[in-house]
């Protein structure tokens, strides 16, 4: 089992979504898993039970929202490297192992890549890949679904802040060196669920406005209907 790394999980409801998430994973490196689970649907929990019967790599612990459910699995953490990952990010072949190459080379305090979904929808993306690079250069930007934490690191921010009902990932990520971020060339696939479910420019809007107010605290303390 790798040493470097444990991959903490948020999960609620996925169904099999999460079950495909983590036989991708399994089949690309051999690691801790730690699933924050929060989910109320019967089949759901089944699901998860019957796979960490399978995969003794896998533990389930209690979730909740994304700051408390990462923060709940970082407590377990031992290994230098976290990686949080969201349960509907399907990683490429080799982009986890070059993240974490690249956070030990590198010495990087935290690590992301870029992000590639559904057809309509890839040109937020591509939008936001210049956004990012662009904000790195003075307060770093990491979409939660893929954040590669030196441990140490995070332990000293004190983690996700449970407070925060959004933008919680970017909210953490602001606080991190820009010299001690990189953003590497390799990718993920998301589901386009959060544009269809919010859409497109609620999504957009939520980005820029989480940017606009990066120096206020108590903005990221507001839900504004997220999770409605």
């Given at each position: 089992m790798n040493q470097q790394l444990t991959i903490v999980i948020p999960c609620k409801n996925e169904g099999k979504g999460i079950i495909d998430v983590l036989k991708l994973i399994s089949s690309q490196i051999d690691c801790r898993i730690i699933i924050a689970d929060s989910s109320t649907e019967e089949s759901s929990i089944l699901l998860l039970k019957k796979y960490k019967l399978i995969y003794k790599n896998i533990e389930i612990i209690k979730g909740g929202l994304p700051a408390s459910a990462r923060n709940n699995g970082a407590k377990l953490v031992i290994t230098p490297y976290i990686l949080f990952l969201d349960a509907d990010i399907f990683p490429y072949q080799n982009?986890?192992?070059?993240?974490?190459?690249?956070?030990?080379?590198?010495?990087?305090?935290?690590?992301?890549?870029?992000?590639?979904?559904?057809?309509?929808?890839?040109?937020?993306?591509?939008?936001?890949?210049?956004?990012?690079?662009?904000?790195?250069?003075?307060?770093?930007?990491?979409?939660?679904?893929?954040?590669?934490?030196?441990?140490?690191?995070?332990?000293?921010?004190?983690?996700?802040?449970?407070?925060?009902?959004?933008?919680?990932?970017?909210?953490?990520?602001?606080?991190?060196?820009?010299?001690?971020?990189?953003?590497?060339?390799?990718?993920?696939?998301?589901?386009?669920?959060?544009?269809?479910?919010?859409?497109?420019?609620?999504?957009?809007?939520?980005?820029?406005?989480?940017?606009?107010?990066?120096?206020?605290?108590?903005?990221?303390?507001?839900?504004?209907?997220?999770?409605?």
């Open positions: 982009t986890i192992k070059g993240c974490v190459r690249c956070a030990i080379k590198g010495k990087y305090d935290l690590v992301t890549c870029k992000y590639r979904t559904d057809k309509g929808y890839n040109w937020i993306y591509r939008i936001f890949d210049i956004f990012q690079w662009y904000s790195s250069k003075t307060k770093p930007f990491a979409l939660g679904g893929f954040m590669l934490f030196k441990t140490e690191t995070f332990n000293k921010l004190e983690g996700f802040n449970e407070k925060d009902k959004i933008a919680e990932d970017y909210h953490l990520s602001s606080k991190i060196k820009p010299n001690r971020f990189k953003i590497t060339n390799d990718f993920v696939y998301t589901s386009s669920r959060r544009f269809n479910k919010k859409g497109v420019w609620y999504m957009i809007k939520l980005a820029w406005k989480s940017w606009l107010n990066r120096n206020n605290d108590e903005f990221f303390k507001q839900d504004f209907n997220y999770w409605k």
